[in-house]
């Protein structure tokens, strides 16, 4: 069973910045797709960033520019940079390692709230 254990949430101002951290218990995130959603209050669950296993990456319209997804295959590990930040960003955000429909994994979420 993978697990993904996210860390680097909490509470920043209005124009800071956060890093979010996500790491795999195995060796199987190397070769998959990572991404990172976010589920703000009252709306459903959205895509943020995708990067593949090559390191090509896509990002929702609304963060271009402003947050960079990247990864450490050697150290398992996801990471989502996010800058000028503002209380739009406020949300709980995920990293979702997808191998297949079976093979779905989902970490525990991380609270970003920015404040004004």
């Known amino acids: 069973q993978v697990q993904l254990v996210e860390s680097g949430g909490g509470l920043v101002q209005a124009g800071g910045s956060l890093r979010l951290s996500c790491v795999a218990s195995?060796?199987?995130?190397?070769?998959?797709?990572m991404a990172w959603y976010r589920q703000a209050p009252g709306k459903q669950r959205e895509l943020v960033a995708g990067?593949?296993?090559?390191?090509?990456?896509n990002y929702a319209e609304s963060v271009k520019n402003r947050f960079t997804i990247s990864r450490d295959n050697d150290k398992n590990t996801l990471l989502l940079q996010m800058n000028n930040l503002n209380p739009e960003h406020k949300a709980v955000y995920y990293c979702?390692?997808?191998?297949?429909?079976?093979?779905?994994?989902w970490g525990q979420g991380a609270q970003v709230t920015v404040s004004s």
């Open positions: 979702r390692l997808r191998v297949s429909s079976r093979d779905d994994y």
């Open positions: 990067i593949t296993s090559g390191g090509s990456t």
């Open positions: 195995e060796s199987i995130f190397s070769g998959n797709t």
